[in-house]
Structure formats: C-alpha cells, structure tokens
C-alpha cells in the first residue's frame, strides 16, 4: 500500500513540476528534445498512448494505433499532444540529474557501469516502434519469445517472454539499431554490462503462448560479428560480459571439491574466495558487500525467474563497521586493486 501511496504522490509531484516549468519555451529542453529525437518521440508517445489504453500492453491497443498506420500516429500525436510533451519532460530532467551525478562520480575517480538485458521488454516502446526487428507477426504478435531450458533452478525452465530478434534483418542493417543502442549507453555509463550474453551465440526460442519453457529450441545468434560490427563504429569499448550457466547438482558438487582444494579450509571460507578473486589477473573485480560480510541467500538480490522479492537488499550502517573498512582496504592494497587517485 506504501509503496502504491509513493507512486501516485511522486507522478503528482512531476506532473505538478511539469505544470509550472513553462518547458515549450526552454531552450535547454527543445536542444535535448532535438538530440534525442530518434528515440525520445517513439517512447513519449508509447507512454502517452498506453495512459489512454489504461495501461493495457501495447498488443492489446486498438488496431490502426497498434500497427503504427499513419493517420492513427498523425492523431494521437495531436489529441495527446501534452502528455507527450509531460514524457519529454520527465526524461529531460533524468538527463540534467544523471549527467550531473556522473561528472560528479567521475570527478572522484569513480567509473559508473550500467547493466542492460540483451532483450527488450515486449511491452516497450523498442518493440512496437520497431517490430521488424523482432519475431511478430502481420499483425505485431510474437512467434516466439525468448528464455532458457530447464536447469538447476528450474524443472521446467524460464519462460521470460521477451521478444526475440530477427537476427538476419539486423545483419542487413549493419547492426545499426544495436550500435546506437550501445552508443547510448556509454554516453550513459563509463562501462557496459551486458545480462545473458551467452545469447549472442545461441538462443533459446519458445513458441509464443507456451506455458513453459520446456518446449522450446536453440537457435543460432549472430556470434563475434555483431561485435566486430560495433567495435568497428565506437571503438574498443569496456563491457562486462554476463555469462548464464545451467548449475546442476553435479556441478556445484564438483565446484565445492575443487574449492577447499585450491583455497585454504578455514572457518571464514568466504575471505579465501575473495582473496583468489582478487588475485586474480581479471582486469576488473567487483566484490559484492554482502560477499564482504560473508552473509548467507538470505541476503540475495535476485532470484532468476521471480518478480516482487528482488532488489531489496539493503547495507545497514551498523555493518561497515571501522574493522571491515580497514580489511577491504588492506586487502585491495595487497592485490593491487586500491584506486589511489
């Protein structure tokens, strides 16, 4: 109920801000509103839209404003012509405060990474500005969506229900869509983590309506070429590669003897593992807090393939304790991980 309460007091807050900005007239907005527009004017009006459908999934809209035809988009973007500017409006002040936020973190030594699915949401603005990019149909329902066969987690699988690409129009295209997508995120973030990577190389395709994942089938992605086509227009960029795997009950057992062999058995176990981590010849280490405290599942983030429980772990105040601090310090500076700028 809180949190129900937060949102609909924070959307009055910014529609009241919006109100009383007088934005049409501010130069900085119209700058921002013309660099952007490649993306900014498909989203504003995705949202615009979706608030006049009451929320319902852009597949669910009526006909001639779900398929995009021209006289249905020349319409809305009358009739919702405030709404579309109030989106405008919200991302434009994301942007001064997020660019604020950087320069400031940058300006401490600190490099910000930002992490993005391989996937888009199939109720996103991606989707339905560009669904020739995906597996729809004539009439923008997917085929297939996407997810990863049954493992360790689970018995029948993940069935995410992202839309999957056409991976053969992206190659047609040079990869365009996906080098402005990462474009922008190093305009965002120092450094780009990029989730389930392992499907570039295969994916996993379920037929759209399944009821689980069990029925689907790898395909072939589009590999090193996709990569070499963006390394090619940015530049040798920094990206965290997030690997997948499929545990089974053989693996993590044979993962456990391989450990108290190559680390030291003590009661803190945990310490070892970070030490090896950080000794590592890894160019980036990235220790989570909770690793630090050597804390149980009982403090994990995210569970694969469930929504309402994740992301709430939070540091006390009382846990940083002085001693801690002093030993992430002494062991960053024993591997040469301290960032002394």
């Not at 006909?63 to 434009?92: H, P, S, T």
């Not at 969506?145 to 047609?172: C, I, K, M």
């Not at 996993?204 to 590999?223: L, R, V």
Request: proline share 4%; aromatic share 16%; glycine share 6%.
């Amino acid at each position: 109920m809180n949190t129900i309460c937060s949102h609909i007091e924070r959307n009055r807050l910014l529609r009241l801000a919006y109100s009383r900005s007088d934005i049409g007239h501010n130069e900085a907005f119209l700058r921002f509103c013309e660099k952007n527009q490649w993306w900014l004017d498909d989203f504003a009006l995705f949202m615009a839209v979706k608030d006049r459908f009451e929320g319902r999934p852009w597949i669910e809209w009526a006909e001639d404003i779900r398929l995009r035809w021209q006289n249905a988009m020349d319409y809305y973007r009358r009739e919702l012509y405030y709404e579309v500017e109030y989106y405008k409006y919200l991302q434009f002040k994301f942007d001064e405060q997020w660019s604020k936020l950087k320069t400031y973190a940058n300006s401490k030594g600190i490099q910000i990474i930002g992490d993005i699915p391989i996937y888009v949401a199939l109720d996103s603005a991606d989707a339905w500005a560009n669904p020739g990019l995906f597996q729809l149909d004539e009439e923008n329902i997917p085929t297939a969506v996407a997810g990863v066969p049954p493992d360790g987690f689970s018995a029948t699988g993940q069935l995410w229900g992202n839309p999957l690409y056409r991976w053969e129009v992206h190659r047609n295209t040079g990869y365009q869509w996906w080098i402005t997508r990462l474009w922008y995120c190093f305009e965002l973030y120092d450094v780009v983590r990029i989730d389930h990577f392992r499907g570039f190389d295969e994916y996993f395709s379920i037929p759209y309506g399944s009821e689980t994942a069990a029925s689907g089938h790898w395909e072939k992605g589009p590999g090193i070429e996709l990569f070499r086509a963006v390394e090619q227009a940015l530049g040798k960029r920094e990206i965290i590669a997030e690997d997948l795997g499929y545990m089974s009950d053989t693996v993590r057992k044979l993962v456990r003897d391989y450990l108290y062999d190559y680390a030291t058995p003590e009661e803190q176990l945990y310490k070892s593992m970070i030490a090896l981590v950080l000794r590592s010849a890894a160019a980036t280490c990235i220790i989570p807090m909770q690793d630090w405290l050597g804390l149980d599942n009982s403090a994990r983030i995210n569970k694969p393939s469930t929504v309402g429980e994740n992301w709430r772990w939070r540091l006390k105040k009382t846990q940083l304790t002085k001693r801690l601090q002093k030993e992430i310090c002494r062991m960053t500076t024993r591997y040469g991980r301290m960032n002394w700028e």
